[in-house]
């Protein structure tokens, strides 16, 4: 009972490096979805996937990208990691609205990443 | 654009009664969720509401009044490890499926 599963938990980071941060769900959902959490900010979109091979942009979408690769996985890079990314990161998935309406998303325990 | 209001922090009594409050101003409105989040994990889901009036699930009730903008979360004889944030969120239903967005969360302490 794995569900959505982070690697890795904690990172740190100087300004100017790359990393990737991998999201893997065992849950067969459609949907996949990245968001930030930053304290008075609450939880706020990056970008989701609704399916193998698509993703779009979310609410905050800048300095980031994703690839969805495998319908088990979602990557999120940093190509250049900037102070302002120092943040949680947490990884969402759900069913499709088409074929379970309005299930709730299931979130990974977050990856804490600190730049510097 | 959207808009989530919640109080910051509450703080309330073991075995005691507590109700956090959310509105929101969002177009294309199609449910709320609330979320719990202890400090430092995830956010794991409570309830849903997508019509007005009252969901109750054990000791937790979720309200939604759509005409008014509002719903409230109810948590009734408190328990210490319900210290946590609640995250209201509104689904807005988009060609990108079903996308939220959070409130800032409140803070729940619960003391003896």
Same mark, same amino acid.
């Given at each position: ?5 982070? $690697? ?11 990393? $990737?941060l ?31 091979? *698509? *993703? ?61 | ?9 509450? *703080? ?39 019509l007005?009036?009252?969901?109750e ?5 979720s ?42 969360? *409140? ?6």
């Amino acid at each position: 009972n794995a569900g959505v599963t982070q $690697t890795p938990k904690f990172r740190v980071l100087k300004t100017g490096q790359s990393m $990737t941060l991998l999201c893997a769900q065992d849950m067969n959902h459609e949907y996949m979805y990245w968001y930030r959490q930053d304290p008075g900010m609450g939880l706020r979109l990056i970008h989701y996937s609704v399916g193998e091979g *698509t *993703t779009a942009k979310g609410e905050v979408p800048d300095g980031y990208n994703v690839s969805r690769l495998k319908k088990q996985n979602f990557l999120l890079g940093l190509e250049s990691a900037a102070p302002s990314q120092t943040s949680v990161y947490f990884c969402a998935s759900s069913y499709s609205r088409i074929r379970v309406p309005n299930q709730p998303q299931h979130f990974g325990d977050g990856t804490r990443l600190s730049i510097l | 654009g959207q808009n989530i209001d919640q109080p910051t922090e509450m *703080t309330a009594t073991e075995g005691a009664i507590v109700q956090i409050n959310c509105t929101y101003q969002t177009s294309g409105f199609n449910g709320l969720f609330w979320y719990q989040q202890h400090a430092g994990e995830a956010p794991t889901f409570l309830s849903y509401n997508v019509l007005d009036g009252l969901e109750e699930k054990g000791r937790f009730s979720s309200f939604l009044s759509r005409s008014k903008g509002y719903s409230y979360l109810l948590l009734k004889e408190l328990q210490m490890k319900d210290s946590a944030s609640y995250l209201c969120a509104v689904i807005r239903i988009t060609g990108g499926g079903n996308k939220l967005t959070f409130g800032t969360g *409140t803070q729940l302490k619960v003391e003896l």
